[in-house]
């Protein structure tokens, strides 16, 4: 906080105390009114045991204590007098104003904008007791302590406090931990997940940011925090100071812990999620697009037309925890220098995932639409085939659930699609939007790649075997490619998909270590910019009023809702019925109507309904019966392949 005179806080006070007395009065004219009582200059109110206002005096003394301890006596000239002791941080009404603060930072009113509310309030609510400057009401950082370091300027927020404020505001949930020694032996465990990512400011310039985020696995409400933010015009020039204040704070909590309401906790990193350029950033390994780019095995590239691409052949050695910290492989790694890393109780290897959303989507799916509508013949499409595609998608916009945020897109507008538009084609939509458009071999093969990410989407547990097959699948789809399509597909991405299944049998599914979450929260961050200037520092500000009000979450990941409106009412029940709610009783009971006949989708890898994907049809409309909320399982996506029958698709981790 900036100092402040004598002169100031005393003429700050007074104004507060006037406002003070203003209010008093007509509270006291109020009362005297309401009990039909004479307020002449000898009438006295009191408002409680301790305070008393008194009109027998000339002169009034006001005796306050400020936050910093010192005591400061005004004395003004009133018709009232009184000894009266007020807490600055009291006056006004707080729960109003904490409303009105909560509202500007929830909607990222600017202080402008602000300023001015606030000028009509107080001409509104003059006894209310809101500020004039919306720094006050909003508790914004005056002073802010920004470092220089090699290539810009950086600012740590910090892990601790963020872990405290999460420990202090919900109750942890158990989730399932991968099964790696760092874990062992731990109380109290509770795991991180870490983010690592380049944001652009503009296109107009080179500012970005390059904010270290996390996420704790055991919060109800999954919310991302910052722990680190750089800035400046290309990203850290040096991995130890833009890490080092990270990895000196996580050192420290893993040697002590985090303490709370006489509980210590063991925090550790679950796994740190970034794309392939980041990841070779923060481990210190060749890049993703050099010779030894792979980031799982020693295996040599082969540069062709401008490009490093992986022969299928028999796979090489794979790397290790242990290889990768003892140098096994040198060719692999930049230099002699470690990673900051390295010193945490962290796996380079297996805590250091591929990323899916990168990896699959907007790589290897990406590329695949990309040669099916630009690419030579004989992959592309005719005109005609890609606009049916589009077509058939937009036909879909219908139904898709709420879950998904963003609906199918054409195929015009392929270069534009996000990744969750990626994933909606991918997992859910294509099998249908490409049945008998792709020739009959390219089909069954987009098939193996749809079938085999659908399967390392679902939470399977201790199910290996369906691990295993997602694995044989993949090999499959990648021996293929050359076959199919062309040698220069075998790029990074592609060959890194072979070692897609390794990670998720140490932390799960795919949603477990992909970047979705990091990535929303850069729009949040990049929301927080208001001026051209001092970018580092807004953010900064921005942050410490979300965090000096506490705002609370309202909605839990794992809270589930429940609809009889379309499209968002196909489910399946817990005997395997696929069903539509009609109409809900109770809160808890409904009215639903089931599809008589299921079948299996053609050309899939495997039996379509051991993954509880059908062909259904004749929905029994005047057979309706009732059903709990306790016997639904999963929600589906319905899509239309004819006038009654429609392809059903079970949601991924609903």
């Known amino acids: 906080m900036l100092l402040t005179s004598p002169r100031t806080r005393r003429r700050r006070v007074r104004i507060q105390v006037q406002e003070t007395l203003k209010r008093i009065r007509a509270e006291r004219e109020q009362l005297c009114s309401s009990s039909q009582l004479s307020c002449d200059e000898n009438s006295t109110v009191n408002r409680n045991p301790k305070e008393t206002l008194a009109d027998t005096t000339d002169n009034l003394f006001v005796s306050l204590d400020l936050n910093n301890g010192n005591a400061v006596d005004i004395e003004l000239q009133n018709n009232e007098s009184e000894l009266l002791h007020i807490d600055c941080t009291e006056v006004g009404n707080i729960t109003r104003r904490e409303e009105l603060a909560s509202w500007a930072v929830t909607h990222n009113i600017p202080h402008n904008a602000l300023s001015s509310l606030l000028q009509l309030t107080r001409k509104w609510l003059p006894h209310e007791g809101f500020p004039k400057d919306p720094r ?86 999954s919310r991302v925090f910052i722990i680190s933010i750089f800035y ?56 993703h697009n050099g010779y030894y780019g792979c980031e799982k095995c020693y295996r040599r590239g082969t540069y062709k037309n401008s490009r490093i691409i992986y022969p299928v052949k028999a796979p090489g050695d794979e790397y290790s925890d242990q290889s990768f910290k003892e140098r096994w492989y040198e060719a692999h790694h930049k230099d002699i220098s470690t990673s900051p890393l390295e010193s945490l109780s962290l796996g380079m290897i297996s805590q250091i995932p591929l990323d899916y959303m990168h990896l699959c989507l907007l790589g290897t799916m990406k590329k695949l639409l990309l040669v099916w509508t630009e690419g030579k013949r004989p992959y592309k499409l ?226 379509s309904h051991k993954l509880g994907i059908h062909v259904v049809s004749d929905l029994t409309e005047t057979d309706s019966f009732e059903i709990c909320k306790s016997q639904i399982s999963k929600k589906c996506l319905l899509l239309p392949l004819s006038e009654k029958k429609y392809f059903c698709v079970p949601m991924c981790n609903y």
Not at 185 to 198: A, C, E, H, R
Not at 201 to 206: D, T
């Open 382 to 607: 005719s005109n005609g085939q890609q606009n049916l595609v589009s077509k058939r998608l937009k036909s879909y916009r219908v139904h898709i659930p709420q879950e998904f945020a963003r609906k199918c897109r054409g195929m015009n507008e392929l270069k534009h699609w996000k990744a969750t538009e990626l994933r909606l084609f991918l997992i859910y939509v294509g099998p249908v939007a490409l049945r008998k458009i792709l020739d009959q071999r390219r089909y069954e093969h987009f098939l193996c790649y749809h079938t085999a990410i659908y399967i390392l989407s679902l939470d399977l547990g201790d199910k290996k075997e369906w691990i295993n097959f997602a694995q044989c699948l993949i090999d499959k789809f990648v021996t293929q490619i050359p076959i199919l399509y062309y040698k220069e597909l075998l790029v990074y991405n592609m060959h890194s998909l072979t070692h897609l299944c390794a990670d998720v049998k140490v932390h799960g599914s795919l949603d477990n270590f992909s970047a979705f979450e990091f990535e929303n929260y850069m729009q949040t961050l990049k929301r927080m910019l208001r001026s051209k200037s001092c970018h580092l520092s807004q953010v900064v500000r921005r942050v410490g009023e979300a965090e000096a009000l506490r705002l609370k979450e309202t909605v839990s990941k794992n809270q589930k809702l429940i609809s009889v409106s379309k499209p968002n009412n196909c489910y399946v029940d817990n005997d395997g019925r696929i069903i539509v709610l009609e109409k809900q009783l109770t809160e808890t009971v409904f009215v639903a109507n089931r599809f008589r006949t299921k079948c299996n989708m053609e050309s899939y890898p495997c039996e």
């Open 232 to 287: 400046g015009t290309t990203k850290p020039q040096n991995l130890n100071s833009y890490l080092g204040s990270f990895v000196e704070e996580m050192m420290e909590i893993e040697k002590v812990g985090i303490v709370f309401n006489n509980i210590t906790y063991s925090l550790r990193i679950r796994c740190i999620v970034a794309d392939a350029p980041a990841r070779s950033f923060i481990k210190r390994i060749k890049s």
């Open 136 to 221: 006050t009401l909003l508790k914004t950082e005056r002073l802010i302590e920004i470092s220089l370091i090699e290539g810009g300027s950086f600012y740590h927020f910090g892990v601790s406090t963020q872990i405290l404020k999460i420990l202090r505001d919900v109750e942890l949930i158990n989730v399932r931990l991968p099964h790696l020694e760092v874990f062992q032996n731990q109380p109290n465990l509770i795991t991180l997940k870490i983010g690592v990512d380049g944001l652009p400011i503009s296109r107009s310039s080179n500012l970005q940011f390059w904010p270290l985020l996390g996420k704790l696995d055991q919060d109800p409400y």
